[in-house]
């Protein structure tokens, strides 16, 4: 599929249905690049609140008409300053409005930006403004440069932009300048416009580089413009509705979406891990983009309250919660769309119908009673929420669904600017990512012989589209290996195509651990279904060349805590040695508290459907250091880093085996 195709035709082939959503949206299929979009929406959408981020101090609030002309000013600036068509500037910034007008300034300017966080490692940073073949950079603050400060002198750097309003140093070789000064300096230089071709390379985005260093990803604004031009046939928000950003801005996944939900007049709030569930009530968002992490901690926060309901509410709450599972599952198969039963016979789906239709009522007071409370702790106003960043877990996507706040997931990588896949309201099937956005195909293949497999039969899943990157930044070698001749892009995950062509994953490739008997496993699933347990907060499989798997398990230490206390037990993580206590202490090593998660474990692993006995957990530890951002064991989406954690506990993995 040829990448030079306008806008209008990635949408020549799409539904009834996704046609008809697309009608009372604004249109920019004419529209060639990025930057072209801000001077129309200002135009049309002009007071509006655009950006917010009440988490500042004083408050900032920008309207769409205030944000196009801060984009023209920072670019004018940067034109004045000797910045031409093509440079590579590298961003290195956090969430935040000036963000968002550095990033659209940068390409108003008709530069390239390369993208990454002020919180990344230096020599990562480092990589990246040398890699990019960056001659200026855009950086957090006064904190961000002085990391990078000593190191700079060797790069073709000759100006440094802070976003914020830190007073520069004056005593720089380099050209150094606040945002203040920049848009002074813009103001009194005339802007001029810069007509980008759509193959042109907009952004560069690193790769993590789990393995070698990071792969400079090139984004064009055809790419991007694919993005924001057909996923009004996901979402159809009305201007001035309500968007709670959490994300990291320079990610693909967040940063296309928001230049979508943008182009239609919506208002971002920024928030963080620390306010977000405050946020959520105060502001109400229509929408929001999450990753699975954050929508298992707003779950795990509403399960902590129903466990400290008296005894008699806990039994009401849970029969009422297994009763509105059962209504959604024959629901779902009276709709067609139960992943575990696609083939269901008329007669299946009516007796399904009839099931439903005898458990609405007990749903219904579900409804009244429990589920309206919860969906208060997302604002109650929420439209949908889109998930990406990794697979949901099914009882999270149950959850949501039985208190009646649609997550629609979808599928796609930083490659592929990044969506290829996601749900739609009218055919949110719960398991999959979604149908392919317009002009998107995906293909699965033998991962050995890369030939094609049936619909059904899973393999290694291949993407082709307008998303897909031109490639990887001076690596010829590695875009070659990623992009067949046919421009298949090789997603490296495993997975299977419904009848429907909605696309179900079952892994990665790489995640894959092989047993000694040969066989394959997919942790991801299996890490899913553990996490029902209230006493697991995070897990991860180990087992590569074993006889069987093993779990390193992150205790959730309140549940315990909990649970000790209602068999008179005292559960003791710090080994303290005081005997001065009413109840018997014990510890996460003790045989009672073993013997409880090796229950939970073999529950929850056996219940999952297609188990095989190669699925169960054997041994297994357990670790008070949660895996997070900050101690390098997830990455900046809260996906857990599995080579690192394989690397900091390798010890303890090879005493399991042992």
Same mark, same amino acid.
């Given at each position: 599929?040829?990448?030079?195709?306008?806008?209008?035709?990635?949408?020549?082939?799409?539904?009834?249905?996704?046609?008809?959503?697309?009608?009372?949206?604004?249109?920019?299929?004419?529209?060639?690049?990025?930057?072209?979009?801000?001077?129309?929406?200002?135009?049309?959408?002009?007071?509006?609140?655009?950006?917010?981020?009440?988490?500042?101090?004083?408050?900032?609030?920008?309207?769409?008409?205030?944000?196009?002309?801060?984009?023209?000013?920072?670019?004018? =600036? !940067?034109?004045?300053?000797?910045?031409?068509?093509?440079?590579?500037?590298?961003?290195?910034?956090?969430?935040?409005?000036?963000?968002?007008?550095?990033?659209?300034?940068?390409?108003?300017?008709?530069?390239?930006?390369?993208?990454?966080?002020?919180?990344?490692?230096?020599?990562?940073?480092?990589?990246?403004?040398? /890699?990019?073949?960056?001659?200026?950079?855009?950086?957090?603050?006064?904190?961000?440069?002085?990391?990078?400060?000593?190191?700079?002198?060797?790069?073709?750097? &000759?100006?440094?932009?802070?976003?914020?309003?830190?007073?520069?140093?004056?005593?720089?070789?380099?050209?150094?300048?606040?945002?203040?000064?920049?848009?002074?300096?813009?103001?009194?230089?005339?802007?001029?416009?810069?007509?980008?071709?759509?193959?042109?390379?907009?952004?560069?985005?690193?790769?993590?580089? $789990?393995?070698?260093?990071?792969?400079?990803?090139?984004?064009?604004?055809?790419? %991007?413009? &694919?993005?924001?031009?057909?996923? =009004?046939?996901?979402?159809?928000?009305?201007?001035?509705?309500?968007?709670?950003?959490?994300?990291?801005?320079?990610?693909?996944?967040?940063?296309?979406?928001?230049?979508?939900?943008?182009? *239609?007049?919506? $208002? *971002?709030?920024?928030?963080?891990?620390?306010?977000?569930?405050?946020?959520?009530?105060?502001?109400?968002?229509?929408?929001?983009?999450?990753?699975?992490?954050?929508?298992?901690?707003?779950?795990?926060?509403?399960?902590?309250?129903?466990?400290?309901?008296?005894?008699?509410?806990?039994?009401?709450?849970?029969?009422?919660?297994?009763?509105?599972?059962?209504?959604?599952?024959?629901?779902?198969?009276?709709?067609?769309?139960?992943?575990?039963?696609?083939?269901?016979?008329?007669?299946?789906?009516?007796?399904?119908?009839?099931?439903?239709?005898?458990?609405?009522?007990?749903?219904?007071?579900?409804?009244?009673?429990?589920?309206?409370?919860?969906?208060?702790?997302?604002?109650?106003?929420?439209?949908?929420?889109?998930?990406?960043?990794?697979?949901?877990?099914?009882?999270?996507?149950?959850?949501?669904?039985?208190?009646?706040?649609?997550?629609?997931?979808?599928?796609? %990588?930083?490659?592929?600017?990044?969506?290829?896949?996601?749900?739609?309201?009218?055919?949110?099937?719960?398991?999959?990512?979604?149908?392919?956005?317009?002009?998107?195909?995906?293909?699965?293949?033998?991962?050995? $012989?890369?030939?094609? !497999?049936?619909?059904?039969?899973? #393999?290694?899943?291949?993407?082709? =589209?307008?998303?897909?990157?031109?490639?990887?930044?001076?690596?010829?070698?590695? $875009?070659?290996?990623?992009?067949?001749?046919?421009?298949?892009?090789?997603?490296?995950?495993?997975?299977?195509?419904?009848?429907?062509?909605?696309?179900?994953?079952? #892994?990665?490739?790489?995640?894959?651990?092989?047993?000694?008997?040969?066989?394959?496993?997919?942790? *991801?699933?299996?890490?899913?279904?553990?996490?029902?347990?209230?006493?697991?907060?995070?897990?991860?499989?180990?087992?590569?060349?074993?006889?069987? %798997? #093993?779990?390193?398990?992150?205790?959730?230490?309140?549940?315990?805590?909990?649970?000790?206390?209602?068999? /008179?037990?005292?559960?003791?993580?710090?080994?303290?040695?005081?005997?001065?206590?009413?109840?018997?202490?014990?510890?996460?090593?003790?045989?009672?508290?073993?013997?409880?998660?090796? *229950?939970?474990?073999?529950?929850?692993?056996?219940?999952?459907?297609?188990?095989?006995?190669?699925?169960?957990?054997?041994?297994?530890?357990?670790?008070?250091?949660?895996?997070?951002?900050? /101690? =390098?064991?997830?990455?900046?989406?809260?996906?857990?880093?599995?080579?690192?954690?394989?690397?900091?506990?390798?010890?303890?993995?090879? #005493?399991?085996?042992?």
């Amino acid at each position: 599929m040829s990448k030079t195709q306008t806008a209008s035709s990635f949408l020549s082939n799409i539904s009834q249905q996704e046609r008809e959503a697309l009608k009372r949206l604004v249109d920019y299929t004419n529209v060639e690049s990025l930057p072209e979009i801000w001077p129309l929406a200002a135009g049309r959408f002009g007071d509006v609140v655009a950006l917010r981020n009440p988490h500042a101090k004083p408050e900032v609030a920008i309207t769409y008409t205030q944000l196009a002309e801060q984009m023209r000013l920072f670019a004018a =600036g !940067l034109q004045a300053l000797g910045i031409k068509v093509g440079d590579r500037i590298s961003l290195i910034a956090d969430n935040s409005p000036r963000w968002f007008i550095a990033d659209q300034g940068i390409m108003t300017a008709g530069a390239v930006d390369a993208v990454r966080s002020s919180q990344a490692e230096k020599e990562e940073l480092l990589f990246i403004i040398a /890699n990019s073949g960056s001659t200026a950079i855009v950086v957090e603050d006064l904190k961000t440069l002085k990391k990078l400060q000593d190191r700079l002198k060797d790069l073709p750097i &000759h100006l440094v932009i802070l976003l914020s309003d830190e007073a520069p140093p004056t005593d720089e070789t380099i050209k150094l300048l606040n945002f203040a000064q920049l848009i002074e300096i813009g103001k009194n230089h005339n802007f001029v416009p810069v007509k980008q071709n759509r193959d042109a390379l907009a952004t560069l985005i690193y790769t993590s580089g $789990t393995t070698g260093k990071p792969k400079g990803v090139m984004l064009s604004y055809s790419n %991007l413009m &694919h993005q924001v031009t057909t996923f =009004g046939t996901v979402l159809q928000p009305n201007a001035g509705d309500m968007v709670l950003s959490i994300l990291p801005s320079w990610h693909s996944y967040e940063r296309t979406v928001e230049y979508y939900l943008l182009s *239609q007049g919506c $208002t *971002q709030v920024y928030t963080n891990l620390r306010s977000v569930k405050a946020d959520l009530r105060q502001f109400k968002p229509n929408y929001m983009v999450g990753v699975p992490r954050l929508w298992e901690s707003i779950y795990e926060g509403v399960q902590k309250q129903f466990r400290e309901q008296p005894a008699n509410k806990q039994r009401l709450i849970n029969f009422l919660l297994g009763n509105s599972e059962k209504y959604i599952k024959a629901r779902r198969v009276a709709q067609g769309l139960d992943l575990n039963d696609l083939h269901a016979s008329a007669i299946e789906r009516l007796a399904a119908k009839i099931q439903a239709s005898a458990l609405l009522p007990l749903h219904a007071l579900g409804e009244r009673l429990v589920y309206a409370k919860v969906r208060e702790a997302t604002g109650g106003q929420v439209k949908q929420m889109i998930s990406g960043g990794g697979a949901l877990p099914r009882h999270i996507d149950n959850f949501f669904e039985i208190i009646g706040v649609q997550i629609l997931q979808g599928y796609g %990588l930083t490659e592929t600017s990044p969506v290829t896949h996601v749900r739609r309201p009218w055919r949110n099937l719960i398991g999959a990512s979604g149908q392919p956005l317009p002009a998107t195909e995906a293909k699965i293949v033998d991962p050995e $012989t890369k030939a094609p !497999l049936p619909v059904e039969k899973r #393999g290694l899943v291949l993407l082709r =589209g307008p998303q897909i990157m031109q490639g990887y930044y001076q690596n010829p070698e590695a $875009t070659a290996k990623a992009i067949d001749a046919e421009g298949w892009f090789d997603s490296g995950d495993l997975g299977w195509l419904t009848p429907q062509d909605d696309l179900v994953l079952t #892994g990665r490739a790489k995640d894959t651990i092989v047993l000694t008997n040969g066989e394959n496993i997919e942790p *991801q699933p299996i890490e899913d279904v553990c996490l029902r347990s209230p006493y697991i907060d995070q897990i991860m499989l180990v087992g590569q060349d074993q006889r069987s %798997l #093993g779990a390193l398990i992150v205790p959730n230490v309140e549940a315990l805590e909990k649970w000790a206390a209602s068999q /008179n037990l005292t559960l003791d993580t710090q080994n303290d040695a005081v005997a001065s206590s009413p109840s018997q202490k014990i510890d996460l090593e003790s045989r009672m508290i073993q013997d409880l998660f090796r *229950q939970e474990l073999n529950r929850e692993v056996q219940n999952r459907p297609g188990y095989r006995p190669d699925d169960r957990i054997g041994t297994f530890r357990l670790i008070l250091e949660p895996f997070s951002i900050e /101690n =390098g064991l997830m990455t900046q989406t809260l996906k857990v880093r599995r080579h690192v954690v394989t690397e900091r506990y390798h010890d303890i993995i090879d #005493g399991m085996f042992a």
